[in-house]
C-alpha cells in the first residue's frame, strides 16, 4: 500500500517562504509524476503542481515563480518550495501519485497558514 507523510506546513507572514516534503513509501518511486495540491476551506482540492520523473515541472498559473517542486528519487521524496506566500496559498498541503493505480491514495496533509 502507498503511504504518502507529508511535513513541512506552519504559521508564516505574508511574504514568507516555506518548504514542504512528502515522503512515499509502499512503491517503486523513480519512474513516477508527482503532484502537490491544496485545499482551501469550502473549496475544493486543487492541483498546484507537479514534476516528472526527469524532472520536467508544471505549476498552476496562481503560483508560477513563486512555487518550486523538486524530487530526490534517492530519498523517495517530492518537495515544494513555496516564496512569496500570500494569504490566498493558505490551505492544507497534499502530495500524490500521478499514476492511476496509486493516485487514490492522499496522506493526512499539511497545514499552511499565510497571514496577512
Known amino acids: 500500500q502507498v503511504q504518502l507523510v507529508e511535513s513541512g506546513g506552519g504559521l508564516v507572514q505574508s511574504g514568507g517562504s516555506l518548504r514542504l516534503s512528502c515522503v512515499a513509501s509502499?512503491?517503486?518511486?523513480?519512474?513516477?509524476?508527482m503532484g502537490w495540491y491544496r485545499q482551501a476551506p469550502g473549496k475544493e482540492r486543487e492541483l498546484v503542481a507537479t514534476v516528472r520523473s526527469g524532472g520536467s515541472t508544471i505549476y498552476a498559473d496562481s503560483v508560477k515563480g513563486r512555487f518550486t517542486i523538486s524530487r530526490d528519487n534517492a530519498k523517495n521524496t517530492v518537495y515544494l518550495q513555496m516564496n512569496s506566500l500570500k494569504p490566498e496559498d493558505t490551505a492544507v498541503y497534499y502530495c500524490?501519485?500521478?499514476?492511476?493505480?496509486?493516485?487514490?491514495?492522499w496522506g493526512q496533509g499539511t497545514q499552511v497558514t499565510v497571514s496577512s
Open positions: 500524490n501519485v500521478d499514476y492511476p493505480a496509486f493516485s487514490k491514495f
Open positions: 509502499g512503491i517503486i518511486f523513480r519512474p513516477y509524476t
